[in-house]
């Protein structure tokens, strides 16, 4: 069993600054690729930025420059770094990892998600 706890979602003003963690525990061997997404009400949730095991990451045009996504394989943890947010970063965000557990097994895994709001 493993389990995603996120954190640091809450209301900020544009042009300021959020960092969520996302911290995973449990059955754990090995941690692959792992992502943030984003879904604002009555839309899909799409995908934010992903990073490799080795660091390696990609993002959404829509994010870069603005977002940093990283991550501490001892700790098992992803962070983004979201600075200059815009009204339009408003949704819920939701840590994704894929991973080998302790058992041999592959698996995809979500957090519970966190809610970001950018308004004035």
């Known amino acids: 069993q493993v389990q995603l706890v996120e954190s640091g979602g809450g209301l900020v003003q544009p042009g300021g600054s959020l960092r969520l963690p996302c911290a995973a525990s449990?059955?754990?061997?090995?941690?692959?690729?792992m992502a943030w997404y984003h879904q604002a009400p009555g839309k899909l949730r799409d995908l934010v930025a992903t990073i490799s095991p080795d660091g390696n990451t990609n993002y959404a045009d829509s994010v870069k420059g603005r977002f940093t996504i990283s991550r501490d394989n001892g700790q098992n943890t992803v962070f983004l770094q979201m600075n200059n947010l815009k009204p339009e970063n408003t949704a819920v965000y939701y840590c994704n990892v894929h991973l080998y557990t302790r058992t041999g097994h592959y698996s995809t895994c979500w957090g519970q998600g966190t809610q970001v709001t950018v308004s004035s």
């Open positions: 449990g059955s754990i061997s090995l941690m692959d690729d």
